[in-house]
């Protein structure tokens, strides 16, 4: 069985992106996994009070603990409410200590995972992404795609998901991604492409993506091109003109979309995102 692997600080960005795990959990059949990783700068000296540091490594475990409890009870409380004939998925809490991208290979191990819910910062979850070091580094680690979720937005639906594409081979396996998950969860995807170049420079890799697409039968993909200067802020301002719930990345080694994502300028104008972001890994089977 898949689970969602909910990431959680206790902070109320956390706990609020943490609610939209049942209903997607239920719609896919899934189980929660709850984790939290209770310390992350080791301290323990060699000196005499070294025990003293171990002491309070144990009082941060058992708070860890008892928040995750916590969470699950009320995260319980959600899905109780669902419909009688909808799946029920049971919520599991772990632990762990350490930076948090490097237990997920931990937390993941023999599980398999749908994706990663965390939430974002208090203005978006660009800015969290781009500017906080745990976000990144769980990017960085996810083998799976990972939900970013704003504290303003919620995933109460989930009609339509726009997926940006630099035409990179490595975006058709997001795609199909996408599609195969539409089927599970019924929303429409909108596939637009962003280029900083007011001619296309590439009409090969449009070509062969655009093959790829038609061989989706009955996808029902929207396919849009946005291009030319200040083409991030024209894809914020078509997220929301068209009423997009998620907006989906996709996620290079060297960087989003082959280094478009890099530019400050491209920074600025994705700290004013306020949907949810889907991160999916280049290399997603």
């Not at 540091?53 to 319980?76: I, N, P, W, Y």
């Not at 930076?99 to 931990?106: D, H, V």
């Not at 035409?167 to 492409?193: G, M, Q, R, W």
């Amino acid at each position: 069985m898949n689970n969602i692997l909910v990431l959680t600080d206790f902070s109320e960005n956390a706990n609020h992106a943490a609610k939209a795990a049942p209903p997607l959990a239920a719609k896919l059949h899934s189980d929660i996994i709850i984790f939290n990783s209770y310390y992350n700068h080791p301290v323990i000296p060699a000196y005499a009070g070294g025990p003293l540091a171990v002491d309070e490594l144990v009082f941060r475990k058992k708070d860890s603990t008892s928040g995750l409890h916590q969470l699950a009870r009320q995260l319980g409380h959600l899905h109780n409410g669902q419909a009688k004939e909808e799946f029920k998925p049971q919520i599991h809490t772990q632990c762990g200590e350490g930076p948090l991208g490097n237990n997920l290979a931990a937390i993941i191990n023999g599980k398999k995972t749908a994706f990663i819910v965390m939430g974002g910062s208090l203005n978006s979850p660009v800015n969290h992404l781009f500017f906080g070091s745990d976000t990144m580094d769980v990017v960085d680690h996810a083998p799976c795609p990972v939900v970013i979720i704003p504290q303003e937005a919620t995933l109460e639906k989930l009609k339509k998901i726009t997926l940006a594409t630099a035409f990179e081979p490595f975006d058709n396996f997001a795609i199909t991604y996408l599609v195969n998950l539409s089927k599970k969860l019924d929303f429409e995807l909108e596939i637009v492409h962003i280029s900083v170049f007011e001619k296309y420079e590439d009409p090969d890799k449009e070509k062969a993506l655009l093959r790829h697409i038609k061989k989706l039968e009955d996808s029902g993909i929207v396919y849009k091109q946005i291009r030319g200067k200040d083409v991030i802020e024209r894809l914020n301002h078509l997220c929301k003109e068209n009423w997009s719930d998620m907006l989906a990345l996709v996620h290079y080694e060297h960087g989003f979309l082959s280094g478009i994502f890099k530019k400050s300028t491209t920074e600025k104008a994705l700290g004013h995102q306020h949907i949810p972001l889907m991160i999916i890994p280049a290399d997603i089977q």
